[in-house]
């Protein structure tokens, strides 16, 4: 079994999780600091830190270089034969292993966000080797993260749509350690000067195949949620051509002729393990409880709710604005409304007269919850009730063209006069800084990415 499948299959590792409380702060400041020199330090201290704590983990990544191919190859095997064991797990009937309800599978889409919204980043230090055919593997991953400049593919804008389609823009209750795994990404592209052998080594174990990228797929696609965040990448990171593949050759391509091997392959391994930092995919998941989280997110609405009804309804004696004036009468409240059968659980919400009030023509409530909060008072009002048959997400295939530039965007023609005048060297430097983390995914950096691979094109 691989590190990677083998962890996929742990509970959480919650010891694991560093610096508690100022990770978001740390994530934030390393993608959004204008002050170079601040992010800089920053990324190197925290980088730091992050490699003492995973120095203790196991290492297996093998040192044999001859065996590294191999090692990869072995892992996409044994995803493979998990999956097909799944899939026909699922056509003899059986449930879906990663999500009970809908609102389970946004709740997961929500929690990786923070490390989706900077997929990639690990590699944006290494763009100016562009002239350094050892380094084409890395920087044609990177490119192919942003999408080649294609918003259509860029990997960070269909993780925007996904999340804004689903109202999970809203980041502010999540956990502090979901912030982890992003901001050693945005650190290892921050300082990829000093850090070369640990982001090769971050390269290849994150872009090796896992197991829950396949059923996440399946299921979001089951579930009626656009699974193609997930389906783009379990082609571009497959071990014969993709992603995989190119992160093997990185290894052997920058391996030092002179230089010390042993003490570059121990720092490859080290920059491996940082993958295993923080919770896991699965242990996410398997964190997920229907109920907690619709007390959670009510609690987060009470304030805002507490003084807004009338004294007209009352339940067990209580005003609606009595109930809502402490969070821990929130569960009696909604005890009460099944008491007065103004929740039906384990029926078609439909069936409710809470529900009633949220959605449709006319409802009292309408736009209170966002499509988040309304699936998770949905899914938790349905229980055990289930419709006949929930319609699979079906993608509507476009023709990918080249993006019309936006009228009038300030962005766009900062960008076209700053390269104006210059020779063709000296744009590719203008244009690197367009491609970091933070700007990629908007109109600039997407023409910023096409001009630059069309111009590290025609320079080599």
């Not at 992010?39 to 040192?63: I, K, N, S, V, Y």
């Not at 918003?151 to 993780?159: L, S, W």
């Not at 023609?413 to 060297?425: K, M, R, V, Y």
């Amino acid at each position: 079994m691989t590190a990677l499948t083998r962890l996929e299959s742990q509970p959480a590792r919650e010891h694991l999780i560093p610096t508690a409380g100022c990770l978001k702060n740390t994530y934030e400041q390393l993608l959004l600091s204008t002050d170079e020199t601040q992010r800089r330090a920053l990324a190197e201290t925290f980088l730091t830190e992050q490699l003492e704590h995973a120095a203790g983990l196991p290492g297996e990544m093998p040192q044999d270089l001859c065996a590294l191919q191999d090692f990869v190859d072995q892992h996409c095997v044994e995803v493979a034969h998990q999956y097909a064991d799944y899939l026909q797990q699922r056509k003899a009937g059986g449930p879906r292993k990663f999500f009970s309800n809908k609102a389970h599978a946004l709740f997961f889409l929500q929690a990786v966000g923070p490390t989706k919204l900077v997929d990639g980043a690990w590699l944006y230090g290494l763009l100016p080797h562009w002239r350094d055919p050892r380094f084409d593997g890395l920087i044609c991953t990177y490119l192919e993260e942003l999408g080649d400049g294609n918003p259509a593919q860029n990997h960070v804008v269909i993780y925007r749509k996904l999340l804004a389609e689903h109202g999970l823009q809203d980041t502010s209750a999540l956990p502090d350690e979901r912030y982890l795994q992003g901001a050693i990404q945005l650190a290892l592209g921050e300082r990829a000067d000093s850090f070369l052998p640990e982001v090769i080594g971050y390269n290849l174990g994150y872009e090796q195949l896992p197991l829950h990228l396949l059923i996440s797929a399946y299921e979001l696609s089951e579930l009626g949620i656009d699974p193609y965040y997930f389906t783009l990448h379990v082609t571009i990171d497959n071990a014969s051509t993709g992603h995989a593949q190119k992160a093997v050759q990185a290894v052997l391509d920058l391996l030092p002729v002179e230089a010390d091997r042993e003490a570059f392959l121990r720092r490859v391994s080290a920059g491996y393990r940082l993958n295993d930092l923080g919770q896991g995919s699965r242990a996410i998941i398997e964190s997920f409880d229907l109920y907690d989280e619709l007390l959670g997110m009510l609690e987060r609405k009470r304030p805002f709710g507490q003084h807004m009804h009338s004294d007209y309804c009352r339940f067990e004696g209580k005003t609606v604005n009595q109930w809502l004036s402490s969070p821990e009468q929130l569960p009696g409240f909604l005890e009460a409304m099944e008491n007065k059968g103004w929740i039906k659980r384990h029926q078609d919400p439909q069936a409710s007269r809470f529900w009633q009030m949220i959605v449709g023509d006319g409802a009292a409530m309408f736009g209170v919850f966002s499509p988040y909060e309304k699936q998770l008072l949905h899914d938790w009002i349905a229980g055990d009730w289930t419709p006949e048959r929930t319609p699979a997400y079906r993608r509507v295939t476009r023709v990918n063209t080249t993006p019309a530039l936006p009228v009038g965007d300030p962005d766009v023609q900062t960008l076209q006069a700053s390269l104006e005048g210059l020779d063709d060297h000296a744009r590719m430097q203008v244009l690197i800084p367009w491609l970091s983390a933070h700007r990629h995914a908007h109109p600039a950096g997407l023409l910023a990415t096409r001009r630059f691979i069309e111009l590290k094109s025609s320079l080599r």
